[in-house]
Every structure is written in C-alpha cells, then in structure tokens.
C-alpha cells in the first residue's frame, strides 16, 4: 500500500473508532420507502476522509476511487455516510467508480447514501465495475440520474464480470438508461438480497455471458422498460444454476414484455432454474432451458403475451403449485402455459401440475401445446372467461411438426371449466402426428350464467392426428352437452371411452367440427 494511503486509512479508522457497532436491517416494505438509516460500523473508514463531499453537486469521483482504492489493499470497509455523490466517469474509462479486489462498501441506507451518475455520461458509461472476488455492497442507492442523460441501453448501474462470491444487499439501481444491475462474464455465486431495481431504461438485471450460481432473494425488480430480470448468454455462453425467491417482478405498466427469461443458446442451453415463491405479475418466457422449476408463485399478466411460454428443445420443465391469472385481453390464441415447438426444435418432458390458473379472455386457453414432444398435464384447476369463443379450449394440443412427432399428451386429473367452446381440443397439421392422448379422470364443467364450454372432449380436426387415444373416467357436470367427440376413425382406442360417467352413459361418439381457430 502507498504510505499516503496507509495515512488516510489510519486516520479514518481512528476517527471510527467509536462508531456503533450495531446497525438496522429491515426489510423494506415498499419501492420508494427510504430505508432506515444504518450507521458506521466500528472499525471502518469513510468516504469523507477521503475528500468526497456528498453534496449532489461535486464530482466526487477522484475522492471516491481513492477510498475503494485504499480500502482492498487494506482490507477496511468503506462506510459512505447520508448524501448524494455525483460521480463522473473515469477518463478514457467506460465506468465512474472501479472495485478491484476484496472490498465492503457500506451506505447508510437505501436512499440515504446516493451515488448518482453524472449528467451528460458516456452512453456505455457503467457507473461502478465490479471485478474482484468476495465483494459486498450493501444500504445504498444507485442513481442513474436518467433524465439528464442521452439514450443509450448499456450505461448500467452496476456492472460485474470476473467476481466470485459477490454480495449486494439492500440495493436499489434506479433511473439508469440501461440496466440497474448486469452480472457478465465469469460471475459466479453472486447473491442479492433486498434489492431493488425500478424505472430502468432496459432491465432490472441482466445474466449476461458466462454466469453461474446466482441468488434473488426477497428482492422487487418493478417498472423497468424491458424485462425486469433478463438471461442473455450469447454464443456458447450459458447461464445456470439461478434461484429467485421471495421477490416481486412487476412490469407496472413500464412494460409489455416478459419480466423474467430463463434462456439458453442454439449451441448452449442454459439449465437449473428455480424460482419459487415469487409474485410475478407479468409474462414469463423460457427458451432453449433444461431443468427449470416455476413453483409456489401466484401473479397476474396484463401484457399481451401467455403467461408462462416454454419455447424450442427445453426440457424437464415444471410448472406447479401456481396461481395465475391471464388478465390480458389484446391478443387471441394466448394461454396460461404456452408450449411451443419449431422445425427441428420442440420441448420435452414439460410438467405442469397442481396450478391454478383463470383466463379472463375468452379467446384463449389455459394449456396450449403445440409442436412439443412430450407433456403431462395433471391435477390442475383450469378456468376460462364463461364467454363463447369457438375453438377454444381450457388444453389445447396441435401436432404441427412433420420433422418429429407428437409423442405422448397426459391430461389427468385436471378440472376444466367456461372456456370458450371446449375442454380439451385435438387437432394436427397436416401429416404430423400426435402418438399418444390420455384423457383420464378429468372433470368438465360449465357453470356460467350461459354456458358455452358445451362439449368437453373433442379427439379430433379432420387430421387424423391422434394415433392412440385413451379416454376413461372423466366427470361431466354442469353445462357440457357433448362428452366425447371425434374420435379418430384410425386411431387405437383404449380405457372404457367414459361409458360408466358419473352422470349417466355416454352418447355414442359424434363427429363435428372443431378446427384449429387459427
């Protein structure tokens, strides 16, 4: 260490030394609460001793760098007392503030202790790069002063590559152009807890590049343009082992696009997410994933998208024990749970079990899957609008892939009602085929004033889809006038067809005509 610094740092450690040593750390209750004030810990050195003035108006960069600067080569935590310091970025520098190596940044509070950027920044101006292991930043706010600023999607507010074991707690990054918060290359085993991310010109976070073992954890990404928390690994890269819990993810009318993407790569599937116990309240989207779990969350989407979309050869995907609500009503064919396969790319091994979910649309569904390979169904409570809508279906299944088949759809299990024409709809495209229907132990059910849910199983479009189906046990309540109809002429029939209903014997099956509404 330089001998000026050692000076610096004795002084203000002296300074310090009867500081408290205990400090508050409850959990905000909402986005814009100023946070309680938490004072000095014992033993640290402040910014102030440095130089930094925290008035709102001087460049307190040099000052501040200096601090950072001295506190990882002495191994001091850095306290930065109540104000506002403006922070300009460093010359011929694409960031304000550099941490390089161990440090712990302490505030005095969310909203208390504010590092604001500079107006006029460079549009990839980040306003603190992170690159050194075992880094804490806690009890503070980050400015990104956007209103004073030109448009520019990668001036970021904490951006972070090449760091280990990294700690943000009780953070709030607002008023950037870009994003709030960026992990990039090589950033593993970051956890964040109690942030807050809102009003951002891109997202709340980004997983960018190489990035492993992250934790979200009781934290509100709320009102940023794009996504609120966004994966976007690019090339090989791979995002994986992500947890989100306990954190509230809300586009707020900043945004109709998804707030959360769970995404891998064509060559690089990203793989390991869980996110549990979450309110969510917009779309959610998962594209090229393996091993995603979305479970405990309840939410509502306004935005004109399904709510949760499983895209491309995802797999092992579980969708269970939520609570959604599909509020949106500006786009038709949108669904609750949306599976979605393309041309040599389809999901498999897709779960959804024991959700609640309610459409409010009558043009849309509860479950659509099209193009998947495989997908189970089960012990869900599915609710349409109680509208007439024809062709649409609280599940939706459609074989459009003629490069790979269909190969197994289990529905068991599941309650399904006022939707707008259809409990479960069977249709194909063409020559593709769907190798397995199960149908089982499934209760139908219209109970809207006028009821249009009117037939509860239809196994067939004319396609001839369906090579083997399966149709046994199902419960036929109030509303449904046609039980079980169109039955593939070709197609293997087992299971008893729900001849022994619990509401009398079914009428013999029928043909009609139920398309796919597209």
């Known amino acids: 260490m330089k001998l000026a610094n050692l000076c610096l740092v004795a002084t203000a450690l002296a300074a310090c030394h009867c500081a408290h040593e205990s400090r508050v750390t409850s959990v905000r209750r909402d986005v814009h609460e100023p946070g309680p004030e938490v004072p000095p810990p014992a033993g640290a050195i402040s910014v102030k001793a440095f130089g930094a003035k925290g008035d709102g108006a001087t460049d307190d960069r040099a000052a501040f760098q200096a601090a950072l600067d001295a506190a990882a080569s002495g191994n001091a935590e850095l306290y930065v007392p109540p104000g506002t310091y403006v922070i300009d970025a460093q010359p011929r520098a694409l960031f304000g503030l550099a941490i390089r190596g161990t440090v712990h940044l302490r505030g005095a509070g969310q909203d208390r202790t504010v590092l604001q950027q500079a107006a006029g920044a460079h549009p990839s101006a980040r306003l603190i790069n992170v690159s050194g292991d075992r880094v804490v930043i806690e009890d503070l706010t980050l400015d990104g002063n956007r209103a004073a600023q030109q448009p520019g999607e990668q001036r970021h507010g904490l951006f972070i590559t090449d760091t280990g074991e990294l700690e943000v707690r009780r953070v709030t990054a607002r008023n950037f152009t870009g994003d709030g918060f960026y992990l ?68 707020a009318g900043a945004s109709k696009d998804y707030v959360l993407t769970c995404s891998g790569t064509g060559g690089a599937k990203g793989h390991d997410w869980t996110v549990t116990h979450n309110t969510i ?63 040599g790319s389809s999901p498999e091994r897709i779960l959804i079990t024991d959700n609640d979910i309610e459409t409010t649309f009558e043009r849309g569904y509860g479950v659509r899957a099209t193009g998947a390979t495989s997908i189970e169904i089960t012990d869900n409570r599915l609710r349409g609008a109680g509208r007439p809508a024809a062709g649409f279906a609280g599940i939706y299944l459609r074989a459009t892939l003629l490069d790979r088949d269909f190969r197994s759809a289990v529905m068991r299990g599941n309650t399904i009602r006022n939707f707008g024409a259809l409990g479960v709809s069977v249709v194909g495209n063409g020559a593709a085929r769907l190798l397995s229907v199960d149908v089982s132990n499934n209760t139908f059910e219209d109970d809207s004033a006028v009821p249009s849910m009117t037939t509860a199983i239809s196994l067939d479009d004319g396609s001839g889809a369906a090579q083997k189906v399966q149709v046994d046990g199902n419960t036929f309540k109030r509303g449904v006038r046609d039980r079980v109809i169109n039955y593939p002429a070709h197609a293997i029939r087992e299971g008893r067809g729900d001849a022994d209903d619990r509401d009398g014997p079914a009428p013999a099956p029928e043909v009609r005509d139920h398309r796919d509404p597209r």
């Open 281 to 343: 309240n917009g779309p959610i989207f998962i594209v090229w994933a393996d091993h995603v779990t979305i479970a405990d969350n309840t939410g509502t989407n306004v935005a004109p998208k399904s709510f949760i979309t499983i895209n491309r050869s995802s797999s092992d995907i579980t969708i269970r024990h939520n609570k959604l609500v599909q509020a949106q009503r500006d786009a038709a064919f949108q669904a609750g749970v949306y599976v979605v396969g393309t041309k």
């Open 184 to 251: 990039y290359h090589n950033a593993s085993g970051s956890r964040f807890t109690q942030v807050v991310a809102t009003g951002n010109g891109r997202n709340g976070l980004t997983l960018g590049g190489m990035v492993n073992h992250t934790e979200i954890l009781d934290s509100k990404f709320v009102g940023n343009t794009a996504q609120q928390v966004d994966s976007e690994p690019g090339g090989n890269n791979v995002v994986s082992n992500t947890t989100i819990t306990g954190s509230l993810l809300d586009n």
